[in-house]
């Protein structure tokens, strides 16, 4: 049994994307910024988080957790609180290039193997009310860094050095060699 312990509806769809039967498990994990904490130390310790959680709710499950984060100028953009945030950030991000990271972590068997993946991705030179519109397709509140690889968000980025699927949420060919390491496969 396989368990994606997230709620993430894009984490969900790239499983469901190469054919992998699984459960969704939502773990209860305070997701907060320790201080000193270095983003991709963040990223690892969160994944690592959801996936211990979801191994003890499914204890002879693979269980697979992320957490996916963007960073620009040593700030973490997390999901915005609202319009405001959102148009910060997306200001902020605008003509620049930013990092995306993603913590993976995969539990199984009373192991749990961690990484982090890290991705650039250079934003074109947006206009206000370029900023305004994409706000107004409500895309961009429940992502971190306010905009969606996968979606109407493509329209503003210029390029992607990386993996693109760490920029949705979930780097497959990194999963898949983890569960490899573990035992497991994706295929």
Known sequence: MIVLASGSPRR??????????????????????????????????????????????YPDAIVIAADTIVVIDGEILGKPSGRED??????????????????????????????????????????????????????????AGAYAVQGKGALLIEGINGDYYNVVGLPLCTLGRMLETLGGRLT
């Open 86 to 143: 959102a148009a910060r950030m997306l200001r902020k991000l605008s003509g620049r290039e930013h990092e995306v990271i993603t913590g993976v972590s995969v539990a199984y068997d009373g192991r749990v193997v961690t990484e982090d993946i890290h991705t650039l991705v250079k934003f074109r030179e947006l206009s206000e009310s370029e900023i305004s519109a994409y706000l107004e397709t409500g895309e961009p509140y429940d992502k």
């Open 12 to 57: 969900k769809s790239l499983l469901e994307s190469i054919g992998l039967d699984f459960t969704v498990y939502i773990p209860d994990v305070d997701e907060s910024h320790e201080p000193e904490e270095a983003p991709s130390e963040l990223c690892r310790r969160l994944s690592r988080l959801k996936a211990e959680a979801g191994a003890v709710a």
